[in-house]
């Protein structure tokens, strides 16, 4: 119900966005006011997922656009935010998964206006607990996967951007005294990050 409740915030978002951005491409091309964003031949963002740092964590990303072409850098700490139920195959019942200070790239191409596909890899270590016994053990994973978001600003610089992953990941096990952990090799999960473009270039 939680994941439902989000991904229908992010399709409204979604939506809001692309109205805005036709709306806002009317008024530029009547008024001839400067270019829409999505017209920036090079731009440089710095992004946060800021939800992170309501449990805890943190996440800070930067990013370089060029044309359609965008390029980013991010590391993110997830505090107490539990991963797990994000899993397509979890073990939500016994298990909790922590995001720990972890590198990601990802490479991204706008393929209308300010709708972007891009793919990514994450360099994770993830805190997996037992729920019965408070243990904890360490698991590194190399994610990768992609993604879609749209990117609308609420004005001239500052910038929504919902979307969705698909994380993808090898077998990985841990072995609680017995009790067997595996990490799903798939996560789902809705994303939005909080953005500001520093500079752009038309």
């Not at 978002?13 to 109205?19: A, C």
């Not at 990303?61 to 107490?80: E, H, Q």
């Not at 200070?101 to 393929?111: A, D, E, H, M, V």
């Not at 067997?180 to 999960?189: C, E, G, L, S, T």
Request: with cysteine.
């Amino acid at each position: 119900m939680r994941r439902h409740l989000i991904v229908a915030v992010l399709a409204t978002l979604f939506v809001s966005g692309l109205k805005a951005q036709i709306s806002d491409t009317v008024k530029n091309n009547f008024w001839h006011r400067q270019p829409p964003h999505y017209g920036a031949q090079q731009a440089v963002e710095a992004e946060s997922l800021f939800p992170m740092f309501f449990t805890g964590g943190y996440h800070a990303c930067v990013g370089y656009r060029y044309g359609n072409w965008r390029l980013r850098a991010s590391v993110i700490n997830g505090g107490d935010y539990n991963a797990e139920p994000a899993g397509l195959k979890n073990q939500k019942d016994d298990f909790k998964r922590f995001y720990k200070t972890s590198p990601g790239i990802f490479l991204g191409y706008n393929i209308w206006k300010n709708l972007e596909l891009y793919t990514f890899l994450e360099m994770h270590t993830f805190a997996i607990e037992q729920k019965s016994t408070g243990l904890r053990q360490n698991i590194r994973s190399n994610d990768f996967g992609g993604g879609i978001s749209y990117q609308f600003f609420l004005g001239k610089y500052v910038y929504l951007q919902p979307g969705l992953h698909l994380y993808l990941r090898s077998d990985k096990s841990l072995d609680f005294n017995g009790v067997k952990y595996n990490i799903p090799n798939a996560d789902f999960a809705p994303v939005i990050r909080i953005g500001f473009r520093l500079w752009e270039k038309h």
